[in-house]
């Protein structure tokens, strides 16, 4: 977002990764055995670029390492079949596990372990901050679409969107960090209330009735104020402003594990989560045209642009190439980046429909599904 911010704290990365088997305990592989996976990722940085960096850096290699576990290590009944007749009964079955649940458990297992790392060597490698944390990897007919943080990832498909993620802010995971707080309320630091209010109580509304919501509701109720009901709540605000501890405004991402409140000893990090949810999109399921697009982007396009108005963008540029024109997708992330920046005006950067344009930073990915540029 050149000419808004001095430094881009997003990163990203594209591979293609290959995976190589382990030998089994029982012998040797003979030769070079394995398999190969695509991979993109988008890294959002916070409060620096370092955590980005790395991330960029190593996530994928982290993915590969997952992956190259020893298949006969895995038990399921999906390779074993039926119990043997002579075994001992037992009440339950084994649970079958799926090829699909181990890709999604080893792209888990990942993240965690990338944030292990950040941690292990932020004061060595000055890794200040943290980042949201993007990623798509395509795996034997799969796409799958890792997300944790507030970046955002949409298929389109023949004009229809798809949306492959969800983003994880204060207010999305309002349930999940009120019910920690709960839990361990020695982690607010006396300071901060885990009930949620429409606004800040006063102490003049001691003893009346207000409308509260705890980790169990989706709606509200009255309660009678508290003395504790005073202390801020731990989620604060609405939308963009929506804010942890008064602090941050996502709830998942990487790094982050020396983020405490202003002026306080309250560490964040016990409330940020490094594991995303993955979500599945299996492409041998329909016949896709040269179209048919997977875009990723950090929020600094998502703040400004919403998903009909990205999947015109889309349309409009892949109409005016032919669909065997390798370029054609390329220019469709160039275009979405410049029409979320802006045009520099008298009254600031602003868009086509004369709204602000994204002060953030802005990185996207267009990848195609189908036609000459499709993956076998």
Known sequence: NAGKSQHNEDQACCEVVFVEQRPSPRGWLSSREGFYFHYWALFDGHAGSGAAVMASERLHLHICEAG???PNQVSSTEDHGEVPNDAVPRFHLEKAVSHESLVIGAIENAFKHMDDQIERERASQHLPGGCCALA??????????????????????????????????????????????LLRPELLGKEFTHLEFPRRIQPKEL????????????????????????????????????????????????GDHDLKVFSSNIHIKPFLSCFPEVRVYDLTQYEHCPDDVLVLGTDGLWDVTNDKEVAGVVMEV????????PCRYTMVAQELVVRSRGVLKERGWRLANDKLGSGDDISVFVIPLGGPGNYT
């Open 318 to 325: 892949l109409m005016s190439y032919e669909p065997n024109d």
């Open 68 to 70: 190259s576990a020893e």
């Open 136 to 181: 798509a990897i395509y795996l034997m007919g799969k796409f799958y679409v890792a997300n944790a943080g507030d970046s955002r990832a949409i298929i389109i498909r023949n004009g229809e969107i798809i949306p492959m993620s969800r983003e994880f802010t204060p207010e999305t995971e309002r349930q999940r960090l009120q019910f920690l707080a």
């Open 207 to 254: 003893g009346k009735k207000m409308l509260y919501r705890d980790q169990n509701m989706n709606g509200w109720a009255y309660k009678k104020i508290e003395e504790d009901d005073l202390k801020f709540p731990l989620i604060f605000g609405e939308g963009k402003k929506a804010r942890m501890m008064a602090t941050i405004g996502v709830t998942r991402g990487l």
